[in-house]
């Protein structure tokens, strides 16, 4: 669905839209609600009396005449409402506006009482934003279906921060959607310089070449085995005045993986294409950052590669030679990310930031453990972790803070080199992070999207369809903003 989103000064009663959105809250008429009603001589009230209305969240009756459609929403109990309830009924309301006749909708500025109509505006619109997302490039006939939201009493440079917020969430939808013959290791490079170029930032693109030379001995290897050459990338994003330090964030950037000679099994092989989600992330969060333009400087890597079965490939019993000079003993070919990101993160840690995020589908451990809808917080840096965690509470993406117990860096003890690049099947996520952590010289956040980073039901992203979510965005985001 194509959207626009803008905001009024006039109430909801006093709008011409022929369809209009009001809440329910406990059963009962909202303040926006009653002076609507009043205006149409209480049937809103007589109607949700006889109608059957349970009062749970995302329910909603239609009160419709032949010009007019009243949408009565329901948030519920009276008390105890999140911005988030906010965030997912513009979601909501985005599968509800297909269902109207009426173009235009005007929307009653949601619990704008209780959080402020700044806050509110912004979680609504962007709910609506990221609700209304649709891939259909490679669809023949693509729907065209087109509604304007209003919202009454709305803040508008909310809105227009949620514009912009969502935008850099639909460029790494649309990344992570596309087919992996299309969206090589070559190809994300390119618009990665066309995010640069529109965008202002800096940027540096190495080749095979380069990564040899700077000695990414882990990422060149796993890269080897496609005929689509690798693409080490880097973004720069300066504030107008100059910072003292810098903030790191770094993706996985597997565009599509195989497993190697570890080779997966069809069905888990169907959504490799997503294996980027990470890198996809962070060029989504450069994006917005670009244009919210905080006040500190950022730099985003990502080391992207196909992860293929060739004469060139790699093998289990290899030894490689990290960034940093650690070696690694590959026992198993599929747990490819986490070598791609050795190097990328020691050669972020190398510029020394003050903080480094790193983002990556990096494990099915993680998925069994927090399921589809939650990604895993690994770090051994409490300040910086209870900061990110709550940078994505404010942000509506869930994340759990897993344990970085010490003594499991046992299980990735190597008898021929440093470290191996797996440990036991158990607590197999927790010795990732541990690998990950012996490559980052910094303060250090590692997140773990595997599971909501690319979903296959619409029921587990509750801000918008199935697909790529571009989960990380937004928390990165806010995160940023924080930090300044």
Known sequence: ????????????????????????????????????????????????????????????????????????????????????????????????????????????NFLADRFGKKETSYSLAEGLLLGAYSFDKYKSRAESKRRNFVIAQGFGPAVDKARTVAEGVYFARDLVNEPPNVLTPVELARRAEALAAEAGLEINVFGPDKIAELGMGAYLAVARGSDNEPRFIELVYRPEEAASGHLALVGKGLTFDTGGYSLKPTNSMTTMKGDMSGAAAVLGAMKVIAALK????????????????????????????????????????????????????????????????????????????LGRMVAGLFSEEETLARGVARAAEEAGEKVWQMPMEPAYRRHLQSKVADLKNVGSREGGAIQAALFLAEFADAPFVHLDIAGPAFVENAEDNPHGPAGGTGFGVRTLVRWIERQS
């Open 1 to 108: 669905m194509v959207i626009r989103v803008k905001t009024t000064r006039r109430k909801v009663f006093e709008h011409e839209a022929p369809a209009r959105v009001v809440a329910v809250l406990g059963g009962q008429l909202s303040e926006e609600g009653r002076w609507l009603d009043a205006h149409m001589d209480g049937v809103l009230a007589r109607f949700l009396k006889k109608s059957k209305f349970s009062g749970k969240f995302g329910e909603y009756a239609v009160y419709a005449t032949d010009e007019l459609q009243i949408v009565l929403f329901s948030f519920g109990k009276r008390r105890g409402h999140t911005l988030e309830q906010v965030r997912q009924a513009g979601v909501k309301l985005i599968e509800i506006a297909a269902r109207l006749p009426s173009r235009d909708i005007a929307l009653e």
């Open 294 to 369: 905080p006040p500190v400087e950022v730099r985003a890597y990502v080391a992207a590669a196909e992860n293929m079965i060739s004469g060139r490939a790699y093998r289990v019993d290899d030894v490689l030679t990290a960034y940093n000079g650690k070696t690694i003993e590959v026992l198993n070919t599929d747990a490819e990310g986490r070598l791609t990101l050795a190097d990328a993160l020691a050669y972020a840690s190398a510029q020394k930031p003050v903080a480094l995020v790193e983002l990556s589908t990096l494990t099915g451990s993680c998925v069994v453990a």
